[in-house]
């Protein structure tokens, strides 16, 4: 079965720097995009960066301060984040991307892992 697992979340000052992990099983890691989302208390989910075999993308608000990378060796996809600020406080979810030419493909996430900013 698909699992992913996310750890390296915590609590930093603001300034600071943190490593999100996301261990993946129960699928052929490479063949898919990973990104990572966040979800701030009070708010709605929201993209933070996405990784795919041919390209990396970011939200606007990353202003060069993140990092996506993954290990296909180790079936593990990383969020590199520096710079922190308080408001980026949030659960950080890993998510498995649908392949739109898949039909009915289900939709994955981790559990998500805890990051609070704060001094």
């Known amino acids: 079965q698909v699992q992913l697992v996310e750890s390296g979340g915590g609590l930093v000052q603001p300034g600071g720097s943190l490593r999100l992990s996301c261990s993946a099983s129960?699928?052929?890691?490479?063949?898919?995009?990973m990104s990572w989302y966040r979800q701030p208390p009070g708010k709605e989910r929201e993209l933070v960066a996405r990784?795919?075999?041919?390209?990396?993308t970011y939200a606007g608000f990353v202003k060069g301060r993140f990092t996506i990378s993954r290990d296909i060796a180790k079936n593990t996809v990383y969020l590199q984040m520096n710079s922190l600020e308080p408001d980026e406080t949030a659960v950080y979810y890993c998510h498995r991307e649908r392949r739109s030419w898949v039909a009915a493909e289900n939709d994955y996430w981790g559990q998500g892992t805890q990051v609070t900013v704060s001094s």
């Open positions: 990784i795919s075999s041919d390209s990396v």
């Open positions: 129960g699928f052929t890691f490479s063949t898919y995009a």
